[in-house]
């Protein structure tokens, strides 16, 4: 196990880290944001910029194997890093093997078909990894804080999600669903240092401060999403996400034990290697 | 300028790689695959490393200003590295702003449009920096070599090409084109080390050597292609590529100087930060 240095319980982070409904629901309050589960920040950099190699050569080998993809489902509250998840943790990743979909409030145009629509327009190809910043979970999220559906509507998407979610696993999509977990306190130091650095200004929206009157109702659709929808084929994973580095660390883990449990080869195509060397040094 | 320390010239690099046409071609023969330009390897590699942030946040101020876009054509031999430079030239983009497009041999559909509909279908977002890993300039160069169009209809193409990519100027995207100029020696060598390490032969072809007897004609075809669409607006830049570690430096040199030169700025929203942080201090 590669993890053992890093992890105190000497268990993988996966193992760690995947969310353990109970009655349909994860107890979000009952894990600390600010957990590091005895890992030092030293160790967790170190590790995190000497697997960019590994990570890397995972990645060539699903790309030239060409079956199976990756898929990476990033959900949090605002502030919570996706993007940062994306720019430091999986910077590994070549960028010519990975797409990056965010998914914002739907279209008009979208709108008119069923929520998954423009979501399974966006499925890896095989040897891909495609990574969701934010997702059709929204659509038991938001539309479920903002009532923007009628209960028995966000209600039968538990389902319909989770069988959506089976079909790409059998397609060959390995998935891995990452809830990034901050506290209220936290977000409110990141919105204020945001106010504080006037090249951040672009990003900040009125709603970054509204939205924040719904945050027990937002963490308690969480709980609902993750634990109606974390299956064994699809986990969800609550990744601790006050602290950065932390964060960084434990997707970057996460993502190089799913595709190591994948047991990726290399094609062999039976080249012979001895005429092919022969007519390359014969040609002028 | 940030390259003078590296340029023995003291020039920009792009300005000392630019593409020179006469009389509508480029003198390939007289740009020497394996030039350094007086650089040294550490110099070069310990560059393209502290660069990685100042990529990133030109990046950043592209996609926050939202408005004008950077189209990056990457052409050369096979096994010229452009692969290598999408991995390792350009790795501090961030993967959330940049979109690869590998364009392989037409599929019949896209043959039934013109050369160029599959390529205008993927040009940038306002905001965004796309790589073509080969390009609408295949239609001039194997298309070329391998007569798989009249020759009046090939050289009516350099015209369209030309059109297409001063409108794509005008809208605001920066074209950056690249080809990786390596030896036929060069090319040879890497084919025999491909072959010598089995988890690469998956990539390898028959065609790999078979297309070495046309390289005269290629190098003829890129001459032309290079001089006929190496405008002011839509530089070519000859990229000596026998030597990886020149070429990451050279390409990722040429992407910051252009990106420099399009004078990004963050949008400046006026935000009411003091009302802003009051209320946010307030909210329970």
Redesign the interface.
Known sequence: MPDTEGNAKGRSVRATLTARPRRGRVNLAAIDPSETHGIKRYQADERLLADEEHI?SLQE?LH?EGKRSVLIVLQGMDTSGK?GT??YA??G????G???V?FKAPTPSERRHDFLWRIKRQAPRAGEIV?F?RSHYEDVLIAKVRELAPPRVIEARYGIINRFEADLFKHGTRLVKLFLHISEEEQ?AR??AR??E??K????SGND?SE??YWDDYQSAYAAAIGRCSTEDAPWYVIPANRKWYRNWAVSQILIETMEDMKLT????H?D?RA??K???A?A
């Open positions: 890397m080998c030239a993007d994306v720019r999986l910077r990743l070549n960028p010519q990975v797409r990056i965010s990574i910043n409110r919105l204020l106010l504080g006037p090249t200004h672009w990003k900040f401060i924040r009157r290399y094609p062999n195509p080249l290697v092919l060397k007519s390359l040094k040609a």
